[in-house]
């Protein structure tokens, strides 16, 4: 491991925060550009101090790793022989059309096409490496066709930044149309009659809180305000039903949803409230004729429940219960056809797809049998039709996707996913494990190895985590964890609260005041993996990104001699100071989801005890690499670089400790799907070497 060169310093510049009448101090809050919304949009912007930092500490990374190179592009070679670079989905029909996606051989971006259903040759709508040509970054924010198939409406971003551009394309002629709008949240939704486009604007500060009514072929300057959210605390979204009779404009935090309705063929009409917001309650809807059938946890249904209500008097005093509230049994999401209804619902850890007959109300399941895997539902695009799409796939089964008939119950295959360089599933063993938290409680544990890997404690491990949200981290294929795997480490994945993993109740019980609980369940995963003689502590590898990568920031402060290595990913780190800065574009509608330490001292004090920029010590740490994006809007750089420089100044030992900032990338990293791949190929280094595999 090549450590001879002094890793960078950053300058402590004190400063003392006062709130509630208790003092912080930061040395390194002068990392936060004070231009940062510029920054988005230029990143040439950045202040010359900021940047010469930044820039430092990517040399140190790169020398820190240059003796894995070779290891790296190895990885990476591997990694890129899994893919079918010609690949595609499978389209999927929409009136005379057929829509699909696919890549060509060396291509990084998607094309969209489509296919006459009568015959006829395959059409490009969207080719995303041309468009892309010549740029650093560039990511396709959405495309849809519009009702009428005559127009697409697609977005980019060409920043990393999330600002996304919203242009109209002729497809009769494949130029796009002079309606370019800037500062979009990305996509576009039709009318019924194709005349118009409802898009969400970004503000100065990147909330999505405007939504417009764009005329196609006029001036985006005359664009109508159908919508504007003044309560910073709100998200908002726009969408289509299943039957496309309705434009739903969803208004929400992560407790707490607002719906307001537009007749697809009346696109000029005032929006209808659906049901007012109350906090705590949350709902989505769908429609069928003049009913519509809503999914929500009104009535103490913390696993949601499915009503109906008349769609010309929707108020919460008249829904009735279709598909009652099953404790324990978390319903994820509900589509309508015309002859039925679709759910997938979560129970025990382990999905299902329910059918449910609108005219007899009966109703039929598909489900696996494997110790755990992962299920997905398709949306389509038609309403009349008696088939869905759905995919599955589980740690050792690539993804298949299916076309299911609700009607025959027949099942069949559309598409399996090529692994060109070969996999045979039975070489590798998959199980789920249940670890004892402190309080009772067990946590999911999913597991991935090669049948030759022994399980004598030996064995490196890579363990991912996440916990926020409400989102579950399913188990599911991937091919990047074959390369460690095939190189004898055991892959894990904890299933901790703050996801959904075990329904409502488990995310509850791993957000605000019961935060810590995400913590000690990772934890305590790494300590049962321990005791059943997967790994040892010093050869577990922690990898989390975004809020995982706060998990990983807190792991590190509570028990850093239970893992060798941290990988975290924009980590959310500086979590106090964030939550405490109302103008960054996620604090406001995040308050729910963590607390709000501006008004609450008790939340101030909670986030305070475990924020990861907060509680560095001074103590010995794992060896960490942070990765950073430069112009991303959820976790901003100056986060994980506060850190590491806090890290740098504090901790004790020679543990290895790096910042990689992507200077011309946002939250997602890399945009393109090989270098993606670059990115990840350098955390498996890292991860084989801090093992001593590399």
Request: aromatic fraction near 10%; proline fraction near 5%.
């Amino acid at each position: 491991m090549k450590q001879n060169a002094l890793p960078p310093r950053a300058e402590a510049r004190p400063f003392t925060h006062e709130t509630h009448g208790l003092s912080r101090q930061d040395d390194y809050g002068w990392l936060r550009a004070g231009n940062w919304q510029e920054v988005m949009r230029d990143p040439s912007v950045l202040d010359a101090d900021i940047r010469a930092y930044l820039e430092a500490e990517n040399a140190y990374q790169e020398q820190q790793l240059e003796p894995t190179r070779e290891l790296q592009e190895k990885l990476f070679a591997e990694m890129r022989g899994r893919i079918k670079e010609d690949d595609s989905s499978v389209p999927s029909p929409d009136g005379p059309y057929a829509y699909g996606l696919k890549y060509e051989t060396g291509g990084q971006q998607p094309v969209f096409f489509r296919t006459p259903r009568d015959g006829g040759e395959e059409e490009t709508l969207l080719h995303g490496d041309s468009e892309a040509d010549g740029k650093a970054y560039f990511k396709i924010g959405g495309a849809s066709q519009s009702t009428d198939h005559k127009l697409l409406a697609w977005a980019y971003d060409d920043k990393g930044s999330e600002y996304y551009t919203l242009q109209l394309r002729d497809l009769a002629t494949g130029k796009d149309l002079a309606d370019r709008i800037e500062d979009t949240g990305g996509g576009g939704v039709f009318s019924a009659d194709s005349r118009y486009v409802f898009y969400i604007r970004l503000d100065a500060n990147h909330r999505p809180s405007r939504l417009f009514r764009h005329e196609v072929g006029t001036d985006p300057a005359a664009d109508v305000l159908v919508y504007e959210e003044k309560d910073a605390g709100f998200f908002m979204g726009v969408g289509k039903t299943q039957s496309g009779a309705t434009i739903l404009i969803d208004i929400h935090d992560h407790e707490t949803s607002e719906v307001w309705m537009i007749p697809a063929n009346d696109p000029t009409a005032d929006p209808v409230l659906i049901a007012p917001r109350e906090t705590g309650i949350e709902y989505s809807v769908e429609d069928h004729g003049d009913l519509l059938y809503i999914l929500t946890n009104a009535g103490d249904a913390e696993d949601f429940k499915i009503v109906t209500v008349p769609k010309d008097n929707p108020g919460r005093g008249n829904w009735s219960d279709l598909v009652a509230h099953k404790p324990g049994c978390l319903i994820l999401s509900h589509c309508l056809y015309k002859t039925f209804m679709t759910r997938l619902e979560r129970e025990e850890g382990l999905p299902r797809i329910v059918i449910h007959d609108l005219a007899g109300g009966g109703e039929h399941s598909i489900a696996f049998d494997e110790e755990a895997y992962s299920l997905g539902l398709g949306d389509g695009y038609e309403f009349d039709t008696d088939t869905i799409r759905f995919s599955y796939s589980s740690m050792t089964t690539p993804s298949q996707t299916f076309d299911y008939n609700v009607e025959t119950r027949e099942r069949v295959l559309r598409k399996e996913q090529e692994v060109p360089s070969g996999h045979t599933a039975a070489d590798y063993v998959t199980r789920r494990l249940m670890a004892p938290a402190a309080d009772g409680e067990t946590v999911p544990v999913s597991v991935l190895y090669h049948k030759g890997t022994k399980l004598d404690g030996s064995a490196p491990l890579l363990l991912y985590g996440y916990g926020s949200y409400g989102i579950t981290i399913p188990a599911s294929f991937n091919t990047n964890s074959l390369s460690l795997v095939d190189r004898g480490f055991v892959y894990a994945i904890a299933h901790i609260r703050g996801g959904k993993d075990k329904g409502f109740r488990w995310y509850k019980d791993g957000r605000r005041e019961k935060k810590k609980n995400t913590f000690t369940d990772f934890i305590a995963a790494a300590d049962h993996l321990v005791a059943e003689k997967f790994t040892s502590h010093d050869r577990i590898v922690a990898h989390g990104g975004s809020a995982g990568g706060m998990l990983m920031g807190a792991i590190a402060n509570m028990a850093p001699e239970k893992f060798g290595g941290i990988i975290a990913e924009v980590p959310f780190v500086d979590v106090l100071a964030t939550m405490l800065d109302d103008t960054l574009p996620l604090t406001p509608p995040e308050w729910p989801e963590w607390g709000n330490p501006v008004a609450d001292k008790a939340a101030y004090e909670y986030i305070a005890s475990y924020s990861p920029y907060d509680n560095v010590e001074a103590r010995e740490y794992p060896a960490i690499l942070a990765v950073a994006g430069l112009t991303d809007p959820r976790v901003t750089y100056w986060e994980p670089a506060k850190w590491v420089a806090r890290l740098r100044a504090t901790k004790t030992g020679d543990s290895l400790l790096m910042l990689k900032t992507n200077m011309e990338a946002g939250h997602g990293g890399a945009s393109g799907r090989f270098d993606r791949l670059k990115e990840v190929a350098l955390n498996q280094a890292f991860a084989l070497m801090v093992t001593g595999k590399a």
